[in-house]
């Protein structure tokens, strides 16, 4: 097993308990993606935080400015630890690991759709009540992409399951072509 995965792990299983007893999962569930998108739009501060060069006092301090009474305490306080313990460079998949978790916990489960135009919330309810149906899951978080190449309809993609209604997939399978 990988050694960043078994890491990872440990620290979203810690921070998802101590989350639970709190009465703290969604709140921090929340921040966790939000730190994480400012970390994917900002690389230089997420590099910053991961520098060895850089003390940990300086970390932590820029952690409690740039934050400044954002983060749920557990959030924060978890940040803190992450840069105390030199884990920091973990946080993302720390987080994938968490949102694993969440998801299992709660019953959701990730739907991928691709199409070829934007889906409108009329549709995209339509398919989670669908998908719901199909699942059993209690939730149904879309990730949605654009996929010119499909030429019509949808590709579905769940778990293990691939459900293919583009045009293209039926072309594609089809005897006569």
């Known amino acids: 097993m990988h050694n960043n995965y078994k890491i990872a792990k440990v620290y979203a299983e810690g921070l998802f308990e101590i989350a639970n007893t709190k009465n703290s999962l969604a709140e921090i569930n929340e921040q966790l993606n939000s730190i994480k998108s400012v970390l994917k739009q900002m690389p230089e501060f997420y590099y910053f ?18 934050f400044n009474n954002n983060l749920d305490k557990i ?17 993302y998949d720390i987080v994938d690991q968490f949102i694993l978790i969440w998801n299992k916990a709660t019953n959701t489960s990730v739907v991928e759709i691709a199409s070829v135009i934007s889906l409108t919330e009329k549709q995209q309810q339509y398919l989670i009540n ?18 010119p190449s499909l030429i019509g ?7 293990s399951n691939l ?7 039926k072309l594609k399978n089809s005897p006569y072509i």
């Open 163 to 169: 459900i293919d209604l583009s045009l293209k997939g």
């Open 49 to 66: 935080l991961v520098n060895p060069l850089i003390s940990q006092q300086i970390k932590k301090n820029t952690i409690k400015i740039v």
């Open 130 to 147: 669908k998908l719901k149906e199909i699942t059993k899951a209690n939730y149904i978080k879309l990730k949605l992409k654009i996929d």
């Open 75 to 91: 959030t924060l306080n978890f940040l803190l630890i992450l840069i105390e313990r030199r884990r920091i460079i973990y946080f």
């Open 153 to 159: 309809g949808l590709i579905i993609k769940f778990g």
